[in-house]
């Protein structure tokens, strides 16, 4: 028995405690920031959405004229945070890829949206001492090969109505 209890023993100091973080991969540190950002935005918190851009991140929306710059898209995004209600993207699924430095990291994400219904993103991260850190993010809407026809005549019709304005 006293082998048997000193087994025990051994097991048990073995397992890391509950209240320790388990050691991470670089692919879950990126998926947590993702899951972290897209979470920030559901609950409205400006601050730490925000807070994973780079200074100089580029976001780019589903319009052709959404280019803006991390400060350009919190002045666009505020008062959706201010309401209280910005808005909810959740990643189905997603792919993470790494530059052979390990100090950059690009990804592509499905993502389900109740307001746009199916959307992608994808974008490039970039290691800032310890934390990953969003670079740019750009935002689109699949559309199926069977509706682009479809999709391409209504875009250059609401182009040409756009010039004529």
């Not at 918190?45 to 851009?53: L, Q, V």
């Not at 970039?126 to 689109?140: E, F, P, R």
Request: proline residues 6%; charged residues 20%.
């Amino acid at each position: 028995m006293p082998t048997a209890a000193l087994l025990c023993l051994a097991l048990l100091t073995a397992t890391p405690d509950a209240g320790t973080p388990a050691a991470t991969t670089p692919t879950a540190a990126v998926n947590a920031v993702l899951d972290d950002w897209h979470k920030a935005a559901a609950q409205a918190d400006e601050a730490r959405y925000f807070g994973h851009f780079t200074p100089d991140a580029v976001y780019l929306g589903t319009d052709a004229t959404e280019r803006w710059t991390r400060d350009e898209f919190r002045a666009w995004a505020k008062p959706y945070f201010s309401k209280g209600k910005a808005w909810s993207f959740t990643a189905v699924s997603r792919h993470v890829s790494f530059s052979k430095d390990g100090a950059v990291a690009w990804f592509d994400e499905a993502l389900a949206t109740p307001n746009m219904g199916p959307a992608r993103g994808s974008g490039v991260l970039v290691k800032d001492g310890g934390t990953w850190k969003i670079a740019q993010y750009n935002l689109s809407i699949p559309i199926p090969n069977d509706l682009m026809d479809d999709f391409k005549a209504r875009i250059e019709a609401h182009a040409k109505k756009q010039k004529g304005k």
